[in-house]
């Protein structure tokens, strides 16, 4: 028994199950056996099982051994080649020296041979396992140092009152973020954890964290003064990002560690600054207080405090909304709605209070949703948790339709729940049909029309039968139509007219949606009126 994984390629299936019999009589079972009859199936099974050992013919149709050894290190792929061949060839044993092979073998091998090669490579194997653990080992003990290092020095920089401890400024390049996360009381309720588990809990988030995509440098650490805190840092070069940046992250981070494990965190930020020092802690902890206010398993922003201090602000409305959003009373949600951004609360709010309510609204909406938080995911992607996208409305009205229409596609996708959408999406085709040759994107036109992009999208096929590309791809396609047959204009004017800048691709568009392509229609319409 090897506990490595074994390739055998040959064209000649008799070959290939000879081989596997001749290891089973030798009593060597490796821990899988894969077959390739060629190079070609040799390489798909080497990128999807990456098996450690591969005995492979040379002379194979398509791709020979040779060749698929270059290929296996082209993709940085480690595995042991062992070739087995019926050619005495020099010029052959030459080459596979070159491509660094174990043992050039032929036809036919004896068991003594056979066995001797593969306990030379499982050695080999083995040596070069204890190498990369020991790699391994001291990398992780560099890390861990390393860590411990940037924990002591961040506490001590965010802390330490008595002397100046901040960090060297950035030269008016980077910006820094500091965030306090901390583990809420009420995970330790759940049937999942208790008190004693606070450090495991601890390294879940951290794996989180470290596991998220992040533009800039990010740093967590233990937060020595508090046992059920977090300590996080971030900076980018990019500070008029880093906001929203820090808003997607965290709120990401919130949303994975409570839907996965059960653990609610709430979060503080600071404001955005030139360094670490003790004030922006004090500022993350200021925001982090706010949950006294607002509630628990939310991200707080030191920036925001104003309009949450505010009398006006709809914390009981909001914690309304989200039971309405978990019973799905789509009714009631759209009262909730205007009654939270009615015109009396924003005549006494401050700006930040509907990007704080939106926050807030997104936030609920998350918990709701009963979906993981994937990369990729088809609604908890980057567009819904775009919290610039309030920019883009004129008036509360079309505020208040988007959120709308943006949780009702949420809890019922794929339905059109008012004629206010009906009308919109009316609007929407006639624009399309009005401006068919412009390239317009489907995000800004359902901003434009206060829906989400997935429920414009939905609602659009719906009312048309079409989808937004195929729709205005036919309307193209016919204005296309029109021109060749009622005017002179070259397939590369008519090109640009219709909206495709590059004529070469429209021309593969028009054969393919019309079955000939544009001159052949036009030579056979040019007298059709």
């Known amino acids: ?40 199936e040799a390489l798909q099974i080497i990128i999807d099982k990456k098996p450690e050992i591969i005995i492979t013919d040379i002379r194979m149709p398509d791709m020979d051994g040779l060749e698929l050894i270059r290929r296996t290190r082209d993709i940085q792929i480690a595995a042991e080649f062992v070739i087995l061949s019926g050619h005495a060839e020099f010029s052959y044993a030459e080459q596979a020296i070159q491509t660094g092979v174990n043992a050039y073998l032929l036809k036919p091998l004896s068991d003594v041979e056979l066995s001797n090669v593969l306990a030379g490579v499982c050695a080999k194997l083995d040596e070069s396992k204890k190498i990369q653990n ?40 980077k910006k820094y973020v500091t965030v306090i996360v901390n583990i809420d009381g009420s995970t330790y309720e759940t049937n999942h954890f208790n008190y004693r588990d606070l450090e495991l809990i601890k390294f879940a988030i951290i794996n989180i964290f470290n ?29 008029k990002d880093l906001r929203q940046e820090t808003e997607y992250f965290f709120t990401k981070l919130v949303h994975i560690a409570g839907q996965s494990m059960s653990i609610s965190l709430t979060v503080g930020v600071s404001s955005i600054r030139d360094e670490i020092s003790t004030d922006s802690y004090n500022e993350a ?19 925001n405090m104003q309009a949450l201090s505010k009398q006006s602000f709809p914390k009981a409305e909001l914690q309304m909304l989200s039971r309405y959003i978990e019973r799905g009373d789509v009714g009631n949600i759209e009262i909730i709605l205007m009654d939270i951004f009615s015109k ?35 609604q908890l992607d980057k567009s819904v948790l775009n919290f610039d996208v309030i920019d883009h409305f004129n008036d509360v009205e079309e505020l208040i339709q988007y959120i709308y229409t943006l949780i009702i596609d949420f809890i019922q996708p794929g339905c059109i729940s008012d004629m206010k959408s009906r ?11 009005d401006n068919y040759f412009l390239d ?81 229609y036009r030579n056979a319409n040019r007298f059709v009126r």
Request: hydrophobic share 35%; glycine share 6%.
């Open 1 to 40: 028994m090897i506990e490595y994984s074994l390739l055998i390629v040959d064209d000649e299936e008799i070959i290939r199950k000879g081989l596997i019999a001749r290891l089973e009589y030798l009593q060597i079972y490796p821990g899988s056996i894969y077959e390739a009859s060629d190079g070609q």
């Open 344 to 378: 009396e609360r924003m005549q006494h709010s401050v700006t930040d209070y509907i990007r704080v309510v939106w926050i807030r609204i997104i936030n609920s909406l998350l918990k709701a949703s009963n979906q993981r938080f994937e990369e990729g995911n088809s």
């Open 211 to 239: 596991e998220l995509k992040f533009s800039g440098e990010k740093h967590v650490v233990n937060n020595l003064s508090n046992r059920n805190q977090l300590i996080a840092v971030i900076n980018w070069d990019k500070e």
């Open 285 to 303: 902890n200021d925001a982090f207080l706010q949950r006294m206010v607002s509630g628990i398993g939310d991200v707080y922003f030191y920036e």
């Open 423 to 433: 009308n919109k999406i009316k609007l929407a085709v006639k624009y399309i049909e």
């Open 440 to 520: 317009f994107s489907i995000t800004n036109l359902a901003y434009e029309y206060a829906m989400s992009p997935n429920y414009f999208s939905t609602s659009f096929k719906e009312e048309t039968g079409m989808t937004i590309v195929n729709y205005t791809k036919k309307l193209r396609m016919e204005k296309a139509c029109e021109l060749l047959e009622k005017t002179g204009q070259s397939v590369a004017e008519i090109s640009q007219a219709v909206g495709y800048s590059d004529s070469q691709y429209f021309f593969r568009v028009f054969k393919k949606e019309m079955g000939i392509t544009p001159l052949q």
């Open 134 to 173: 020991v790699i391994l080992e001291k990398g992780r003990m560099s890390k861990k140092a390393q860590d411990l290092d940037i924990e002591k020095k961040l506490n001590e920089i965010l802390h330490n009152q008595e002397t100046d401890n901040r960090t060297e400024k950035s030269g008016g390049v």
